[in-house]
């Protein structure tokens, strides 16, 4: 499995971005996906994660209401869409898969079997 993440760069404090990953192989209709950062001289943290069904996500409580995780099965990709940004969401952002149809939030990094390579968001004010 190989998860490639795209779609960062630089925005404006109040805007929008779109993260993408896409995945290989076969299993990504039966894995759980989450997003992760990591910003400069902090520990990675959970952003969201969605189920395979898409039907359920958990989001941390910083981008609750702003950030939007999707999924669409059939292109084997999970989206992040990100709104109402601000200059403390700028990190580098992985995505992670997990192998699991379990609905549990997956909070911890460790619980993840595949990571992308990150993607940088950077948000100026």
């Known amino acids: 499995v190989q998860l490639q993440a795209y779609g960062g760069g630089l925005g404006q404090a109040g805007g929008s971005l779109r993260l993408s990953c896409a995945a290989s192989?076969?299993?990504?209709?039966?894995?759980?996906m989450g997003w992760f950062r990591q910003a400069p001289g902090k520990e990675r943290e959970f952003v969201t994660s969605?189920?395979?069904?898409?039907?359920?996500?958990y989001y941390a409580d910083f981008v609750k209401g702003r950030f939007t995780i999707s999924r669409d099965n059939a292109k084997n990709t999970v989206y992040l869409q990100m709104n109402s940004l601000k200059p403390e969401d700028t990190a580098l952002y992985y995505c992670a898969m997990e192998e699991s149809t379990t609905r549990a939030p997956m909070r911890q990094w460790t619980e993840y079997d595949y990571w992308g390579q990150g993607t940088q968001v950077t948000v100026s004010s």
């Open positions: 192989g076969r299993t990504f209709s039966r894995s759980l």
């Open positions: 969605i189920a395979w069904s898409g039907t359920t996500a």
